[in-house]
């Protein structure tokens, strides 16, 4: 691997961020500073902006590429027909029902009915909660990555001194990205 791939920045808000999203803050704001500031812009949930000639938000606290999201935004387009039950998905909450249970909402009210009739609707919601925490960690280590890719001089260490990126750093990044993934883990029933 080369010098300059080793070289990266890891912010201090960036730090605070990762800690959010370990303890669950995530919508909460970070407010973090520190000495260095190079083109460093405390950005907001749903902002978008051109940073290294790639198109950025920031969705649920986690800073990523548009065209990432894009992907992710392509799978949740909502078509004119229910899959299930081929009716026009007109009700005002078959678009949001749409994204998250891939069909219509009297889909969703009969689906929810017959497993709380059959006894299934504990099992059902752990699934619910264990694909909600699968989906964090793939959009944390999506995050992880590409802070890991940037290509910057330096970064903040937690006590907001500046380090040139080593070796030694990014495999510090590496091992708490292994521990934040394991801790989410955990957290699935
Ligand atoms: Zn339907």
């Known amino acids: 691997m080369s010098e300059s791939v080793l070289k990266k920045e890891f912010k201090g808000a960036d730090l605070q961020r990762l800690r959010n ?9 970070t407010s973090v ?8 812009v405390e950005r907001k949930e749903g ?7 790639r198109q950025w938000t920031i969705k649920n606290g986690v800073k990523q590429t548009i065209s990432k999201l894009q992907a992710v935004r392509d799978v949740a387009l909502t078509p004119l027909f229910c899959p299930d039950c ?5 009700h005002r909450y078959d678009n949001e029902f749409y994204k998250i249970h891939r069909h219509c909402f009297d889909c ?8 709380k009739a059959t006894g299934q609707w504990d099992d059902y919601q752990k699934q619910v909660e264990n694909s909600e925490i699968d ?6 280590e999506i995050w992880v990555d590409d802070l890991l890719n940037e290509s910057n001089d330096g970064f903040v260490t937690e006590l907001g001194e500046v380090e040139s990126w080593s070796k030694v750093n990014r495999e ?18």
């Open 21 to 29: 999203l370990v303890q669950g803050k995530m919508g909460e704001k």
């Open 33 to 40: 500073s520190s000495g260095y500031t190079k083109d460093y």
């Open 47 to 53: 902002e978008i902006w051109e940073e290294d000639g």
């Open 86 to 90: 081929k009716a026009l998905m007109k």
């Open 108 to 115: 969703h009210v009969k689906f929810e009915t017959k497993l």
């Open 135 to 140: 989906g964090m960690i793939n959009n944390y």
């Open 172 to 189: 510090k990044i590496l091992k708490q990205k292994e521990e934040a993934i394991e801790y989410l883990k955990k957290l699935k029933k």
